[in-house]
Structures are given as structure tokens and as C-alpha cells.
């Protein structure tokens, strides 16, 4: 029995290599979930390469992939998701974001046609299931696994998800706006009393302002949430790519002055629940 957790992303907007990103790391959205010999995946960034290669290297042949949305930073990594393309993998991809007639599956080989990609979604040989659900529903992945979603405040639509197991809960709530003095009871309502919390973090409170209509929330306002709803832990998540080592360490030393229970989610850091 087990509740592992590893980080393979965490930036938001896109990606960003290079000497001033060393210690958080660069690679977007990805979150690798392990619960009683099931595997969830969250979201399809650009650190979802290197969960591939993982995969490929242990064998690990079957995953469920929860989307919190489809822009660009969340999904153009899968054309580089190697399982993919190889026999005897099986993955199921939900999303719950989605509206006006658009299914996830066309979506993601929207951005693998002509002029984008130079290999069509068609040449991946892994057994891949696509499935639509609304945000809001309920849903069970096996091995006493059930998932809660919720939808998010976000341009074009996002979902939030609760997953619990063996008495222990995750949230991941990204990408997400909220309204300062008004805590978004969509999302106080689904991480009650979790264990954990990957919260948008894009930006600060003092960032904020200037970038209303954006789409994303703060390390303060994810606290503010977290101190409301009980929730244990906090990861701060969805790192602006502006945000370099010297200023995410002030955001880091910041965060934990205000509250011991929070973290700040570096790419490959591991979080076990159980």
C-alpha cells in the first residue's frame, strides 16, 4: 500500500531551460501520482518527456491521464510521451474541461497535424482511451481510487481534481483565478480537510493586479485557501517562467515564515502520503 507523488513539472506558461532555473526546474506542468499499484498522471507539460522515458525504463505499462486543461503548457509534451508510441502500453486520457461539441481526443491531434507536427496522433501504437466528463463529476480509477473534480475559473475552461485513497487525499487546482476577498467555494468544497494541495501559484499578491484576466492565483491566496478548508500541506505549483532561483527561494523562504505547512514543488521532488 502506497500514496507516492513525483513532481516531473512545475513551471506554467512554458518552458524554460537553462542556468537561472536550475533549482526549481523548467519543465511544465506534470504531476506522477501512485496509489496501490495504480498510476494517475496530471497534465502533459513538457515534463511529461522524462515520465515517459521513466516508464519506459521500468516497464510500467498502463496510466490514467487527468487534464486539467488543454493549453499549450499543459498538453505539448504527449507528442514527446514515448509509451505512446510503443505496443503493449494502455493509457486512458480524461478531461472535463471541454464545451461546444470539442473532444479531447480531437483536441490533442489537433496540435499533431499539418502545419504543427511532422507525425500524425494515428502513428502512436499504445491502446489510448479518450474520455469526456464534465467538471463537477465523480468518478472511480480502481483499487478503491475515486476521483472528485470540480470546474475552475480560468479562460477557456480548467478542472480541479481530489483524489482520495486509503484515507488520504491529493488536490491538484491548476490553472485557476480567484477573486481577491471572495475564496472560491468551488474549490474550498472539494479540499476539505486534504492532505495536500498543488495550488496555482503563478504569481504574488503584489503581482496580481496587473495581471487580472490571466487566469491564475497566488502562493498567498492558495495559504488562504488551504488555512480554510484544513488542508495539511500546500504545494506552490505552476511556477512563473519569469520567476528565477533567487526570486522563487524569496517566495520559498517567504511562504514558509507564513506557514510551516507548505512547500515549494521543485521538478522531481517526491511527497509520499503513505
Known amino acids: 500500500m502506497s500514496f ?10 512554458i518552458a524554460c531551460p537553462g542556468p537561472h532555473h536550475l533549482a526549481f526546474g523548467g519543465n511544465t506542468s506534470c504531476v506522477e501520482v ?9 497534465d502533459l507539460g513538457t ?17 490514467t491521464i487527468l487534464l486539467s486543461h488543454t493549453h499549450w503548457d499543459h498538453i505539448h509534451g504527449f507528442p ?3 509509451p505512446a508510441f510503443a505496443e503493449g502500453y494502455r493509457f486512458t486520457i480524461m478531461a472535463g474541461h471541454l464545451d461546444s ?3 479531447i481526443e480531437n483536441v490533442l491531434a489537433g496540435q499533431m497535424t499539418h502545419p504543427f507536427f511532422p507525425v500524425p496522433i494515428d502513428i502512436m501504437k499504445a491502446r489510448i482511451e479518450y474520455v469526456d466528463f464534465r467538471g463537477g463529476d465523480g468518478f472511480s ?3 478503491n481510487i475515486r476521483v472528485r473534480t470540480t470546474a475552475l475559473n480560468h479562460p477557456d475552461g480548467a478542472t480541479g481534481y481530489r483524489v482520495d485513497y486509503q484515507g488520504k487525499s491529493l488536490c491538484y487546482i491548476t490553472d485557476t483565478e480567484h477573486v481577491p476577498g471572495k475564496p472560491d467555494q468551488n474549490i474550498l468544497s472539494l479540499v476539505e480537510g486534504a492532505d495536500v494541495m498543488i495550488y496555482d501559484s503563478t504569481y504574488t499578491d503584489a503581482e496580481f493586479p496587473a495581471k487580472r484576466g490571466w487566469g491564475h492565483s497566488t502562493w498567498q491566496e492558495g495559504m488562504r485557501l488551504a488555512r480554510a478548508a484544513n488542508v495539511k500541506r500546500l504545494a506552490i505549483f505552476h511556477h512563473d517562467p519569469d520567476h528565477e532561483d533567487h526570486f522563487m527561494e524569496e517566495i520559498e523562504a517567504s511562504a514558509l515564515a507564513a506557514w510551516a505547512g507548505c512547500f515549494v514543488s521543485r521538478d522531481n521532488m517526491r511527497v509520499n502520503l503513505i
Open 34 to 42: 501512485s496509489m496501490g499499484g495504480k498510476r494517475v498522471i496530471f
Open 141 to 143: 480509477i480502481g483499487n
Open 80 to 82: 514527446f510521451f514515448t
Open 101 to 103: 461539441g470539442l473532444k
Open 47 to 63: 515534463g511529461v518527456r522524462n515520465l515517459g522515458k521513466w516508464f519506459m525504463r521500468k516497464q510500467v505499462k498502463d496510466a
Open 4 to 13: 507516492k507523488v513525483k513532481f516531473w513539472g512545475t513551471r506554467g506558461t
